[in-house]
Nanobody, 121 residues
Framework: QVQLVESGGGLAQAGGSLRLSCAASGRIFSINDMGWYRQAPGKQRVLVARIPRGGSTTYEDSVKGRFTISGDNAKNTVYLQMNSLKPEDTAVYYC???????????????WGQGTQVTVSS
């Protein structure tokens, strides 16, 4: 019905950069919100950044000034540019999108499969 496909994870050195992408496809009537969570080993999944439709972007405090979220509405894609990476950024990153699949349905949250980001010191 709806798929979110992530790409761009991998290994980086501290101070380096990575760019994550997440493309939504399928039965999409509208997208209200897209963003990224991350989950480090043994820790809860936390919101990293979000870009609501028509609203302001928000960031988790530890990534402010280093990460930038952006979106391409025409492509139903959200990006996360990660600069000045730190070892503590190591986690599995999951994108999400709040999508209405028709004009009569409320939006529901869909998730990507997750992509590993590993930052070495």
């Amino acid at each position: 019905q709806v798929q979110l496909v992530e790409s761009g994870g991998g290994l980086a050195q501290a101070g380096g950069s990575l760019r994550l992408s997440c493309a939504a496809s399928g039965r999409i009537f509208s997208i209200n919100d897209m963003g990224w969570y991350r989950q480090a080993p043994g820790k809860q999944r936390v919101l990293v950044a979000r870009i609501p439709r028509g609203g302001s972007t928000t960031y988790e405090d530890s990534v402010k000034g280093r990460f930038t979220i952006s979106g391409d509405n025409a492509k139903n894609t959200v990006y996360l540019q990660m600069n000045s990476l730190k070892p503590e950024d190591t986690a599995v990153y999951y994108c999400y999108a709040d999508i209405a699949t028709s004009s009569t349905y409320y939006p529901r949250r869909f998730w990507g499969q997750g992509t590993q980001v590993t930052v070495s010191s």
